[in-house]
């Protein structure tokens, strides 16, 4: 049995306890046989010291490991001295006469050991001690343990008590109490308590022996026996098959027995483990039923529906997280549960099946009272925690059956295997809702998202088409503005020398006349007075020539559009139009360098000069100074615009250049004049850059191309 319990389970450490604590008490036993064939006393001292020195002497300490695993004890020094006893006891008892001091016939059957000096006395000692310290342990722990456990510490604590109270018997007639061993008998009914609690109860969760063997002994004779009868049958003719014969008709035989046993397989594992199939049939169904499941009462109806029909467990439910409502809701309504529940915040951290009896029994106090009163108030006997993604989504509850039977280790596999396949589905499930959900909401989102878009997109259109015209004529406001400063300069320089050639042409009527009446005298004085307002007419006519000349220069566009443009003569041209508002308090200082032609349209550049050099003079209310100073960088030219007047508030330099910006009052500008010139010099591929600083001036500084490139003219 030790060795079919570590096949079932070789990494488990209780299996490998228990294979180890059987075949100590196998070695003991077949001991015991040589002990009674020994035919002389050296062989029966032999036996007696391999028996005790490779068997006896490890049976308490691997037992007393074994249930110090099984009742999850913590006193590891008290195992590890033992096994240093265990090992120090073991070479005294192989080789050392103080152990055995020899043997003696009893009974007319067998030679018995004898006692070799206080080593053996203390040996046992030692012996007894640790045998019932370990049963004291397995008593301790079946009043703390669940309803399962506790059953699997009875019939451990039984077993182990019956085998080792007979086998003790054996060490009477050491002592010279000849009583013949019959308790040897009594070790038989350890192994047989033992197997019904691995069955009934779960113990180390594996199946019985007998079970197993029983279902293949049957498989086996199904096969063996039909071909043995046809054997017999067949004697007379198979005794005439030659040596190479013969093994061509058993192969034939087991050939032909093979489809046989593929159909007879099946009928025999449902014979013997019928329940078991049938569970194996709902969960094969089961598994095809929530493969096509989407939502959550579908995959509640299946999943309750299964339990029940199956386990006939009442009452059953599924609770499922609701994030929002932050608590755990019954599928059928029956009942809700907050998120923070000391149980569910218990059971997150869980990824298997939970008995709630064996929490309630368990150490951690916190953790029981949370089951009880859970317990109390779902009825439930097992929790079947369902995770997503490390959380805890779920939670089956699992009542008692209704014919009040408790559940078998298969059904228990059930639930667990269930509880796997349930957390896919709730998984998938909650992801199907979810999508479901947010599709809806996009959805929707979309719908308001195109109805908003549409009616946006008929506002920016007819804003635009707003913007456009409003532009077009702020633009032209501008340049009307513009050109009415113009003519306003024109008009007044215009008017000076009309009133000196009026005044002049007056004097030289009077003269012409005084010349009529004196045509008999003297011409000299009133030809020299003649010549006079000859020469004022002259500079009149002069002035109003170089006027007009300077109006041409500014407002001139060619019919070629850009060409080579002399900036430093717009420049002069723009400050003769602003004369008059210059007047005697803001001086003037150029200073030119030699920046050559340049292409330009002269006609927008000089409205870019007249902009600024308008603005430099409005931001100077005093007397004050305009220094025009140019250079040249290779192929660039630059113009600098820089005036001492009141300067531009940091927070308003960002916007200096947007359309409509002004810090004018309402009714003196438009806030186009430094939009329009950005837009112009950008248009020439150049760019404008200002530095300002409060009660000290502002800075402009026009950057531009010598050539202009013709794809950016056309882009114009």
């Known amino acids: 049995m030790g060795f079919f319990v570590l096949s079932r389970g070789a990494a488990n450490k209780l299996n490998k306890l228990w294979f180890l604590f059987t075949t100590s008490v196998a070695i003991w ?52 001295v033992n096994y240093c006893i265990g090992g120090l006891f073991s070479p005294l008892i192989l080789f050392s006469p103080k152990f055995f001091g020899g043997v003696r016939f009893v009974f007319d059957s067998f030679y018995y050991s004898i006692p070799g000096s206080v080593v053996f006395h203390a040996f046992f000692i030692w012996w007894m001690w640790l045998v019932i310290y370990a049963h004291y342990n397995v008593f301790r ?118 489809p046989y046993l593929r159909i007879l397989q099946p009928k025999i594992d449902h014979l013997f483990q019928r329940r078991k199939y049938d ?17 959550i009462p579908e995959l509640s109806e299946k999943l309750v529906g299964t339990i029940r029909k199956v386990l006939y467990a009442e009452p059953t439910m599924l609770l499922v997280w609701h994030p929002r409502e932050a608590r755990y809701a019954a599928t059928d309504g029956s009942m809700g549960v907050a998120d923070d529940d000391a149980w569910l915040v218990w059971l997150g951290g869980r990824k298997q099946m939970v008995e709630l009896s064996e929490v309630t029994a368990g150490p951690d106090r916190a953790a029981a009272e949370a089951a009880q009163a859970y317990a109390a108030r779902t009825h439930a006997l097992f929790c079947l925690p369902l995770h997503r993604d490390g959380l805890l989504v779920g939670v089956v509850n699992v009542g008692p059956k209704r014919n009040l039977q408790r559940y078998s280790q298969p059904e228990r596999e059930f639930l667990e295997t269930l509880r796997a396949e349930a957390a896919i589905a709730l998984t998938n499930s909650l992801l199907y809702d979810d999508v479901t959900h947010m599709s809806e909401e996009l959805r929707q989102w979309g719908l308001q998202l195109e109805h908003k878009v549409e009616e946006r997109t008929q506002e920016l259109k007819s804003a635009l088409h707003q913007l456009k015209e409003t532009e077009s004529q702020l633009i032209q406001s501008e340049k009307l503005a513009a050109h009415g400063l113009l003519a306003a300069g024109i008009l007044h320089e215009i008017n000076n020398p009309l009133s000196f050639s009026r005044g002049s042409l007056s004097v030289l009527k009077r003269a012409l006349a005084r010349v009529k009446e004196a045509s008999q005298g003297t011409m000299g004085p009133l030809l020299a007075e003649v010549e006079r307002a000859a020469e004022i007419i002259q500079n009149g006519h002069e002035r109003i020539a170089a006027i007009v000349r300077d109006l041409k220069t500014f407002a001139k566009r060619d019919v070629e559009g850009i060409k080579l443009s002399d ?85 308003h330099l960002p916007h200096i250049f947007e359309p409509f910006f002004t810090t004018k009052p309402v009714g003196h500008g438009t806030g186009l004049g430094l939009s329009v010139s950005h837009r112009i010099v950008r248009e020439h591929g150049g760019q404008m850059s200002v530095h300002s600083q409060i009660g000290e001036g502002t800075e402009f500084v026009i950057e531009l191309p010598v050539r202009q490139l013709a794809a950016a003219h056309a882009a114009r």
């Open 141 to 258: 722990s079946y009043h703390t343990a669940s309803d399962v456990k506790r059953n699997q510490f009875k019939y451990f604590f039984i077993a182990f008590s019956l085998a080792y109270f007979t086998g003790s018997l054996d060490y009477l007639p050491i002592y010279g109490i000849d009583v013949y061993p019959y308790g040897n008998f009594g070790i038989v009914l350890y192994p047989i308590i033992m197997t019904y609690a691995i069955g009934a109860y779960r113990l180390m969760d594996i199946q019985t022996v007998a079970h197993k063997t029983l279902m293949w002994t049957v498989t086996s004779a199904a096969v063996v026996i039909p071909i043995a009868a046809m054997l017999y049958l067949m004697k007379t003719w198979t005794d005439q098959l030659t040596w190479w014969q013969y093994p061509l008709v058993v192969g034939g035989l087991l050939a032909v027995s093979i």
């Open 29 to 80: 036993g077949f001991g015991g046989m040589w002990i009674a064939l020994a035919k002389d006393e050296a062989t029966a001292l032999l036996a007696w010291r391999l028996a005790f020195g490779l068997g006896v002497v490890w049976i308490p300490i691997l037992f007393y490991h074994f249930v110090w695993v099984f009742c999850d004890l913590r006193n590891k020094k008290m195992l590890v």
């Open 567 to 651: 900036l430093h003569q717009g420049l002069d041209a723009t400050l003769s139009l602003l004369r008059h508002e210059l007047g005697d308090r803001i001086a003037i200082v150029r200073d030119y360098g030699d920046i050559g032609l340049v292409e330009t349209d002269s006609a927008q550049i000089n409205q870019v000069f007249l902009n600024l050099l308008h603005n430099a003079l409005q931001a100077i209310s005093g007397a004050g100074t305009i220094t025009i100073k140019s250079w040249r960088n290779e192929d660039r030219v630059s113009i600098s615009i820089k005036d001492t007047g009141s300067g531009i508030d940091p927070e």
């Open 279 to 295: 569970l194996r049939t709902e969960l094969d169904q089961f598994f095809r039923d929530v493969a096509i499941v989407k939502s």
